[in-house]
């Protein structure tokens, strides 16, 4: 089992700054990749980025409407993983979550099936 709780949540400006954490806790060892994903209201939920990550080497990946703008990192001695998110727009705007997946084996990065643990999330919004 493994817990995640995000926090960094908040309203923010056009234009500002937000930085997400998500720390986890429990059988961390087990895992081996995680992902950011947002819901809007009255919107599908949406793959925003991921990081997966083998001994000391680190891969991450965007959707391209926050390409630029979004950095995902991972400090792994405090189980945690990040989300800073630059140049916010209003239709960042969403409840922002984190999943994480505990296999190794290959998947599809951006499926909401191929994590095991979610954690609650947290809201961000963005005004104009």
């Known amino acids: 089992q493994v817990q995640l709780v995000e926090s960094g949540g908040g309203l923010v400006q056009a234009g500002g700054s937000l930085r997400l954490s998500c720390a986890a806790s429990g059988r961390t060892d087990s895992g081996y990749a995680m992902a950011w994903f947002r819901q809007a209201p009255g919107k599908e939920r949406e793959w925003v980025g991921g990081?997966?990550?083998?001994?000391?080497?680190?891969?991450?990946y965007y959707t391209d409407s926050v390409k630029g703008r979004f950095t995902i990192s991972r400090d792994n001695a405090k189980n945690t993983v990040y989300l800073q998110m630059n140049s916010l727009k209003p239709t960042d705007t969403a409840l922002y979550c984190c999943?994480?997946?505990?296999?190794?084996?290959?998947?599809?990065?951006?499926?909401?099936?191929?994590?095991?643990?979610w954690g609650q999330g947290t809201q961000v919004t963005v005004s104009s």
């Open positions: 990081i997966n990550w083998s001994g000391t080497s680190t891969s991450t």
């Open positions: 999943a994480i997946r505990t296999s190794k084996n290959s998947y599809a990065i951006g499926a909401a099936s191929s994590y095991d643990y």
